[in-house]
């Protein structure tokens, strides 16, 4: 059964500090990986997508990787602001047509304070 | 700016009620699909559609219904046989040209409740 698998499910870090981002997957056939910032009431805005052959990718202050040996992605967000308090969603796609075949994760909620 | 328009808001539902959520872009994407989002759970595909006149059923179509008359618009409708439809629905886009590594747009959905 092809899943995503996010951790932690929550997380509250201090203003200024890094964090990482879980995501673990099973998924098959792969064709790529995404991470998605979800603000609270909002749509999901896309931060990087990758594919087999990329193991790294960044947008700004967030750094995603992927292993597709061990089938597992982080993301990175360095020098955390206030505004980046929201859920981050890991997708993978499993299809080679656009966007008929997205397995959604469950979410990570980031809080940061000051 | 080009994106995707969601409406309403907010809508409440009463009881054997059908109801339609609004969904138009102007992105000039051909793909558009519908989400249900519930709290602590991953987006689920409803309906997906990626040409004019054509829509293909996604994991939980029943009790939902959708058109595609014009490449903007996707409206999908929440009928009296969804019988648990409080939940947030986002409308989202994509190119079809490049395959599957396209990005989704996403509106900034509707929050359904019932009455």
């Known amino acids: 059964k092809n899943q995503v698998e996010q951790s932690p499910q929550s997380l509250i870090i201090l203003e200024g500090k890094n964090c990482t981002l879980q995501c673990n997957y099973t998924v098959s056939p792969f064709s790529n990986l995404r991470w998605y910032k979800q603000d609270t009431g909002r749509g999901p805005v896309s931060l990087t997508i990758m594919t087999f052959s990329e193991n790294t990718k960044s947008n700004g202050r967030y750094t995603a990787t992927l292993d597709a040996d061990t089938k597992q992605s982080s993301l990175h967000i360095t020098a955390s602001q206030l505004s980046d308090s929201a859920s981050y969603i890991c997708v993978v796609s499993a299809g080679s047509q656009a966007g008929t075949a997205l397995i959604f994760g469950k979410g990570t909620t980031l809080s940061v304070s000051s | 700016d080009g994106g995707i328009t969601q409406s309403p808001k907010y809508l409440f539902r009463k009881e054997g009620q059908n109801v339609t959520l609004s969904c138009e872009q102007n992105l000039n994407h051909d793909a558009m699909y519908w989400y249900r989002q519930d709290p602590g759970q991953g987006l689920r595909l409803i309906y997906y559609s990626q040409i004019v006149n054509d829509f293909q059923k996604g994991d939980i179509a029943e009790g939902y219904s959708v058109s595609r008359e014009k490449k903007e618009s996707f409206p999908l409708t929440v009928t009296s046989a969804q019988k648990n439809p409080t939940a947030f629905y986002l409308c989202?886009?994509?190119?079809?040209?490049?395959?599957?590594?396209?990005?989704?747009?996403f509106g900034d959905g509707t929050r359904l409740s019932i009455l």
């Open positions: 989202a886009s994509s190119s079809i040209r490049g395959g599957s590594n396209q990005p989704q747009h």
